[in-house]
């Protein structure tokens, strides 16, 4: 049961994880969010003129939530086996991705939703 649990788990995840990383970089690429078929009438009582920003939050949101499931996998590997080196350069690789996602989201609010140049 608990092996069948984390493969349906697992398989939720890319599942979830293929298709925000899909729709958010449609909605970076396209942000008329035409090319989704979703009406820009749908942000009307939001603070967003395009869906540029909901698909840069939501590719973003998809990596943090990889993020979190990897480190939740690592906990459990490392009380199932003991802490292994490959653990170690793993969570620090994720922390660093972390951060390094992070920057880009301030540094594209910064600039009032747009990609640098």
């Known amino acids: 049961m608990r092996k069948s649990l984390f493969h349906g ?10 298709g925000a990383v899909a729709g958010g970089l449609a909605l970076v690429l396209d942000p008329s969010g035409e090319s989704l078929g979703t009406p820009i009438e749908l ?53 660093l991705e972390a951060a390094l996602g992070w920057s880009v989201r301030k540094s594209i609010l910064r600039r009032g939703g747009r990609l640098p140049n």
């Open 9 to 18: 788990l697992g398989v939720l995840q890319l599942f979830i994880g293929v």
């Open 43 to 95: 942000l009307e009582k939001t603070p967003f003129a395009t869906f540029l920003v909901p698909g840069i939050v939501l590719f973003i949101v998809n990596g943090s939530g990889s993020l979190a499931g990897a480190v939740a996998w690592i906990a459990v590997q490392v009380y199932w086996m003991g802490l292994h080196w490959l653990h170690a350069l793993y969570f620090g690789l994720g922390i």
